[in-house]
T-cell receptor
Framework: GESVGLHLPTLSVQEGDNSIINCAYSNSASDYFIWYKQESGKGPQFIIDIRSNMDKRQGQRVTVLLNKTVKHLSLQIAATQPGDSAVYFCAEGNAGNNRKLIWGLGTSLAVNP | NAGVTQTPKFQVLKTGQSMTLQCAQDMNHEYMSWYRQDPGMGLRLIHYSVGAGITDQGEVPNGYNVSRSTTEDFPLRLLSAAPSQTSVYFC????????????FGPGTRLTVL
């Protein structure tokens, strides 16, 4: 079946470095992609989203890149801070019904001081 | 605004017991949903609702019931708990406008013995 997956289950970076979290998707019909951050003991929190008519979108210290050719999504975090330590989930869906999302398995990001 | 609230935070049940997980939101969101989160798996949609009086099944609805008598509340009922229902349960809400993101509650950690 079609699914959303992640290249790296864990990622360890030094404080101040940039982090890149990758995500592969296989449903070519998906036109909406979203990243959530989940800290330990908390619910997922929205970070950034992107529609398929874009290939890049920037937020505060975060950038999402979408490569539809290879069905790849990435989240870049600039100047990673200890507070960025969390599990990051990508999800795919359709903009007309973005609430029916298919979720990836998550990547754990550990920031070393 | 309190956002999305869930009670209880933790619960231990014996096999066969029933219970209700509570979820409330104060953002006047039309859409509410329940997910379960298990280790090594992404979030899976159990049930959802697009408004008071309207509910529908998600990906894994068996063993769970929901109702939506008000816009604010969306309780999840386990009729006869099974060990396979041991999980962390998240409630989420969003408006039905465009690609509005989902806001998640803090979760309920349920253990069924």
């Amino acid at each position: 079946g079609e699914s959303v997956g992640l290249h790296l289950p864990t990622l360890s970076v030094q404080e101040g470095d940039n982090s890149i979290i990758n995500c592969a998707y296989s449903n070519s019909a998906s036109d909406y992609f979203i990243w959530y951050k989940q800290e330990s003991g908390k619910g997922p929190q929205f970070i950034i989203d992107i529609r398929s008519n874009m290939d890049k979108r920037q937020g505060q210290r975060v950038t999402v890149l979408l490569n539809k050719t290879v069905k790849h999504l990435s989240l870049q975090i600039a100047a990673t801070q200890p507070g960025d330590s969390a599990v990051y989930f990508c999800a795919e869906g359709n903009a007309g019904n973005n609430r029916k999302l298919i979720w990836g398995l998550g990547t754990s990001l550990a920031v070393n001081p | 605004n309190a956002g999305v609230t869930q009670t209880p935070k933790f619960q231990v049940l014996k096999t066969g017991q029933s219970m209700t997980l509570q979820c409330a939101q104060d953002m006047n969101h039309e859409y509410m949903s329940w997910y379960r989160q298990d280790p090594g798996m992404g979030l899976r949609l159990i049930h959802y609702s697009v408004g008071a009086g309207i509910t529908d099944q998600g990906e894994v609805p068996n063993g769970y019931n929901v109702s939506r008598s008000t816009t604010e509340d969306f309780p999840l009922r386990l009729l006869s708990a099974a060990p396979s229902q041991t999980s962390v349960y998240f409630c989420a809400s969003s408006s039905l406008a465009g690609t509005d993101t989902q806001y998640f509650g803090p979760g309920t950690r349920l253990t069924v013995l």
